[in-house]
T-cell receptor
Framework: DGGITQSPKYLFRKEGQNVTLSCEQN?????MYWYRQDPGQGLRLIYY???????QKGDIAEGYSVSREKKESFPLTVTSAQKNPTAFYLC???????????FGNGTRLTVT | EDKVVQSPLSLVVHEGDTVTLNCSYE??????LLWYKQEKKAPTFLFML????IEKKSGRLSSILDKKELFSILNITATQTGDSAIYLC?????????FGAGTRLTVKP
């Protein structure tokens, strides 16, 4: 079955540590996205990539970094520079930028 | 500033009720409006609307777009407990997509 796999489901880290969230898709989609979801704020775009080896900052990119070395993979690193990293992170992909998004099941990150 | 506003933010109804969720937007170069349902984790796609006045329907759910008044509604008739979820509206404009804060719907037995 085609889909998007995010891992891990839950992640706990100490302040000051970088952490990488995995996102893999086998849908052969060109575009991939990372969103952050906080209660009452909907989804906010962190980074997106329309093609391999290219990515763009979203609305809240500060303190995050990404790479897109393969079409299937779009890992997100939450760095120690991110002031409030505890959140639910959703990865998504789409055939094209203007197509409906397919979402993974998310990673809940807790930083203490 | 471009924005997408959903209302109400939360809603509690009983099984069998009909609900109407609203999504209004102010963006430049509107291209499409999408509705998603998020039950626990992954939002799932419901509808994509690009033209005014054309209703999209799937079972008990339907949605319509008004590009003159800049809003969309999502209707759910004969609600069931399985309809309990967060309903997200997203607007695609230029090459950007912006989500509203979502409406949390709770359907009580």
């Amino acid at each position: 079955d085609g889909g998007i796999t995010q891992s891990p489901k839950y992640l706990f880290r100490k302040e000051g540590q970088n952490v990488t969230l995995s996102c893999e898709q086998n849908l052969n989609h060109d575009a991939m996205y990372w969103y952050r979801q906080d209660p009452g704020q909907g989804l906010r775009l962190i980074y997106y990539s329309q093609i391999v080896n290219d990515f763009q900052k979203g609305d809240i990119a500060e303190g995050y970094s990404v790479s897109r070395e393969k079409k299937e993979s779009f890992p997100l690193t939450v760095t120690s520079a991110q002031k409030n990293p505890t959140a639910f992170y959703l990865c998504a992909s789409s055939i094209r930028v203007d197509s409906p998004l397919h979402f993974g099941n998310g990673t809940r990150l807790t930083v203490t | 500033e471009d924005k997408v506003v959903q209302s109400p933010l939360s809603l509690v109804v009983h099984e069998g009720d009909t609900v109407t969720l609203n999504c209004s937007y102010e963006v430049t170069n509107f291209r499409s409006l999408l509705w998603y349902k998020q039950e626990k984790k992954a939002p799932t796609f419901l509808f994509m609307l690009t033209s005014s006045g054309i209703e999209k329907k799937s079972g008990r759910l339907s949605s319509i777009l008004d590009k003159k008044e800049l809003f969309s509604i999502l209707n759910i008739t004969a609600t069931q407990t399985g309809d309990s979820a967060i309903y997200l509206c997203a607007v695609f404009y230029n090459n950007d997509m912006r989500f509203g804060a979502g409406t949390r719907l709770t359907v009580k037995p």
